[in-house]
C-alpha cells in the first residue's frame, strides 16, 4: 500500500512550473492569472490567498479583483468581458461561491474558454465529456489524475470508485478516469451502502 503524500507532489509540480514560467519570461511572455472575489466569504479568502502565493511560487504575475458583496451581476459581467479582453491576462479564475443575488452560471459561461483555468465554462465541461482535450479540466480533478501520474498508477482495465458526484470534482474526475480505459463507479449521497 502506498501513501500518497500530496504536498510532495503540489511542490515537485509547482517546480516544473516554475521552469516553464522561467522559461516563458525569457521568451518575453509573462504568465497572468486574474482572480476574482465577490464578498468576503472567509474560506474563499483563504482559496484566494493560496492561489496568489501559488503565483508568486512560480513566478506568475496575479491580478487580484476583490469586489464588495453588493457587486451587480451586471457589473461583474463587465469586468470578465473586459479580462477576456485583455491580452495580457491569460487565465480567469472566478471564486465560488457568489452572493446569491449573481446567477454563478451567467458568470461562468461569460469566461473565455480560452482563459478558463477553473475548467468550469460548458467548453470545458464538454471537453472532459467528449475526451476532446478543448478547454481545462476543473483543478481537483486533473490534480487527481496528477496524482496517479506522479505514482505510475495505470488505471486502464481497473475498477475505480468516485465517491462524489459534483460537476467540479465527482463528474468530470470519472470522466478523466473514463478516458484512461478504467472502469468507473460513481457513489453519492443517494448510494445505499456506500
Same mark, same amino acid.
Given at each position: 500500500?502506498?501513501?500518497?503524500?500530496?504536498?510532495?507532489?503540489? @511542490?515537485?509540480?509547482?517546480?516544473?512550473?516554475? !521552469?516553464k514560467?522561467?522559461?516563458? @519570461?525569457?521568451? *518575453?511572455?509573462? %504568465?497572468?492569472?486574474?482572480? %476574482?472575489? %465577490? *464578498?468576503?466569504?472567509?474560506?474563499?479568502? =483563504?482559496?484566494?490567498?493560496?492561489?496568489?502565493?501559488?503565483?508568486?511560487?512560480?513566478?506568475? !504575475?496575479?491580478?487580484?479583483?476583490?469586489?464588495?458583496?453588493?457587486?451587480?451581476? !451586471?457589473?461583474?459581467?463587465?469586468?470578465?468581458?473586459?479580462?477576456?479582453?485583455?491580452?495580457?491576462?491569460?487565465?480567469?479564475?472566478?471564486? #465560488?461561491?457568489? &452572493?446569491?443575488?449573481?446567477?454563478?452560471?451567467?458568470v461562468?459561461?461569460?469566461?473565455? &474558454?480560452? @482563459?478558463?483555468?477553473?475548467?468550469?465554462? &460548458?467548453?470545458?465541461a464538454?471537453?472532459?465529456?467528449?475526451?476532446?482535450?478543448?478547454?481545462?479540466? &476543473?483543478?481537483?480533478?486533473?490534480?487527481?489524475?496528477?496524482?496517479?501520474?506522479?505514482?505510475?498508477?495505470?488505471?486502464?482495465?481497473?475498477?475505480?470508485? =468516485?465517491? *462524489?458526484?459534483?460537476?467540479? =470534482?465527482?463528474?468530470?474526475?470519472?470522466?478523466?478516469? #473514463?478516458?484512461?480505459?478504467?472502469? =468507473?463507479?460513481?457513489?453519492?449521497?443517494?448510494?445505499?451502502?456506500?
Open positions: 500500500m502506498n501513501i500518497i503524500d500530496g504536498k510532495a507532489i503540489s @511542490k515537485q509540480i509547482k517546480d516544473e512550473v516554475k !521552469e514560467v522561467a522559461a516563458l @519570461k525569457a521568451q *518575453g511572455v509573462t %504568465v497572468t492569472l486574474a482572480v %476574482v472575489q %465577490v *464578498g468576503n466569504d472567509p474560506a474563499s479568502s =483563504v482559496y484566494v490567498n493560496n492561489k496568489k502565493k501559488a503565483c508568486a511560487y512560480t513566478g506568475m !504575475e496575479s491580478e487580484s479583483f476583490e469586489l464588495p458583496e453588493e457587486t451587480t451581476q !451586471e457589473e461583474l459581467l463587465s469586468l470578465i468581458e473586459e479580462l477576456n479582453g485583455r491580452k495580457e491576462i491569460n487565465g480567469i479564475l472566478v471564486q #465560488l461561491p457568489l &452572493p446569491k443575488h449573481i446567477d454563478e452560471n451567467a461562468i459561461r461569460a469566461i473565455s &474558454p480560452k @482563459k478558463d483555468v477553473d475548467g468550469m465554462t &460548458p467548453v470545458s464538454a471537453g472532459v465529456f467528449t475526451g476532446s482535450g478543448q478547454g481545462f479540466p &476543473p483543478c481537483t480533478a486533473q490534480a487527481c489524475m496528477a496524482l496517479l501520474d506522479y505514482y505510475h498508477i495505470d488505471s486502464a482495465g481497473k475498477s475505480a470508485t =468516485v465517491v *462524489g458526484r459534483s460537476a467540479v =470534482v465527482g463528474r468530470p474526475a470519472a470522466m478523466l478516469l #473514463l478516458a484512461r480505459n478504467a472502469t =468507473v463507479t460513481v457513489c453519492h449521497t443517494g448510494t445505499r451502502d456506500v
